[in-house]
């Protein structure tokens, strides 16, 4: 594996600017396409940074914080994957597989990050009563950065001091173990799906998952965006069509009563 | 005397947009984003009251509790309440408001902006990163950086709305929500089809020289794509199940590695 140290430097910068905004989800620059782009271009092969970040993107589509429980983490699900793809020359659907363990313990990190944040609420209160409206400001301020803090120790000692332990490690894997991580990596994204199918599936939108599911299979698309423009028509049908039918209804109501008399 | 009331400028609304960047600052267990919303909503709290410690020491108590709100949606709720705060209307008014907004209006966010756009983003950036493109990443970056930008259409609407009928909103968006979903669900059956790859690699012998391979003679016979429905049924049931996800990853990788070693993936 061969990340130099100015290399490792520059990733636990990046960590540290996607892990703030982790802590704050602004801009989305924690999602794992984002960071394992990054990452690869401080790698030098961008190609296999975004290869990996859009095979990990996927996984995580479904996984979302709104749900309640903290999923894996998508900043060091990125970030490693692409450490595996452009550093050791993994193939990007096997180093999907194998970032998760790191992403699974810097979920663990997360969960302690959020317990130790709720003692920050009692200088909180005492900030209230004495009006203290920048201390309120620099508590939150520092809260985030501390967060990035952790992102970014968390990053160098993988990407750096591990490296050795690493190499060593994917050297030692046997082959159908590399398999049947790549296998792992194609099936992800149906965790994902099935995890947004749970906030927003009710029986009555079965008829548009098939059909997106029919357009995609036969409809030789090369890309989902013909799908979503097909899933937009039938939305705006919806939206428009019903108010026009709830008073074309009313009016042939009112029709009916009157050729009744 | 009643306009010096008036303090929240244009410029202060667009200030809060890059203030917003704190309402997951110090997220914690206890009160989840209510550290961060009083954050969000002190300097302008301060502005209004000025010198009235006493109000000022109430305000922000009450806009300390427990606060989980979607973070575009916040600020439609912060530029109606800030306006509220302006107008002096009572205490109890804008706390209920704020108490009873908050999960409506993340369910409307989370809706729209986890659901809707998140599946699409990921789905079409990412096939045309798996291509080894690096312009799916640039267009979802772009998107992402547009998302946040709109937090200054919301602040100022919700500002705007004031204390108008917040019931009309409400009609407006329950058909909104049904059409997002139309579109998220449609959008989601193409990425099952597209973008979960499993194939079985077993054949069976008929005589010594030919082997017939089961995903191709079965399953893609049936329909190609069959066994990706598959296992998203079998996620979407684990889950509902509440099967955390984190076990189910690794119930995943599992399977899969044992599936390797015999030989039939």
Known sequence: ?261 | MKESNYVITKKDLNQSVWRSILLQGTFNYERYQGSGWCAMMAPYLEKIYGDDKEELREALKDNSGFFNCQLIMTMFLQGLLLSLYEKKQSRDLINNLRVSLFGPLAGIGDSLFWFTLMPIMAGVCSSMANEGSLVGPAIYFIVYIAVFLSKYFFVHAGYKMGATSISKLGEKTKDLSTAASILGCTVIGGLIATLITFNIKTTISITDAASVSIQEAFFDQIIPGFLPVLITVLMYYLIKKKVSPTVLIVGILVVCLALSLVGIV
């Not at chain 1, 160098?156 to 332990?165: C, G, H, N, R, T």
């Open chain 1, 1 to 261: 594996m061969s990340v130099t140290l100015f290399q490792a430097i520059l990733l636990s910068i990046w960590g540290l600017i996607t892990g703030t905004d982790r802590m704050s989800e602004a801009f989305f620059w924690f999602r794992p396409i984002i960071v394992a782009t990054g990452a690869g271009i401080i790698l030098g092969d961008p190609v296999h940074g975004a290869m990996v970040g859009g095979l990990t993107e996927l996984a995580f589509a479904g996984l979302t914080p709104a749900g309640g429980a903290i999923p894996p983490d998508p900043v060091i699900a990125g970030m490693m994957g692409a450490i595996f793809a452009c550093g050791a020359g993994v193939n990007p659907a096997a180093a999907v597989g194998l970032a998760l363990p790191f992403s699974v313990l810097m979920q663990y990190v997360l969960v302690l990050l959020y317990t130790g944040y709720a003692f920050f609420m009692k200088p909180l209160d005492r900030m209230i009563d004495k009006c203290d409206v920048k201390g309120i400001i620099r508590l939150n301020i520092f809260g985030l950065f501390l967060a990035g803090v952790v992102y970014m120790v968390f990053t160098f000692l993988a990407s750096y001091l591990m490296q050795d332990a690493i190499s060593a490690l994917i050297r030692i894997i046997p082959e159908w173990f590399m398999n049947g991580l790549e296998v792992a990596g194609g099936v992800m994204p149906a965790l994902g799906f099935g995890m947004l199918l749970t906030t927003m599936f009710k029986v009555k939108y079965t008829p548009f998952i098939v059909i997106g599911f029919l357009a995609a299979t036969y409809g030789g698309f090369n890309n989902i965006l013909p799908v979503a423009l097909i899933g937009a028509a039938f939305a705006m049908y919806n939206y428009f069509f019903k108010k026009e039918d709830t008073v074309s209804a009313v009016m042939e109501n009112g029709g009916g009563e009157d050729e009744g008399i």
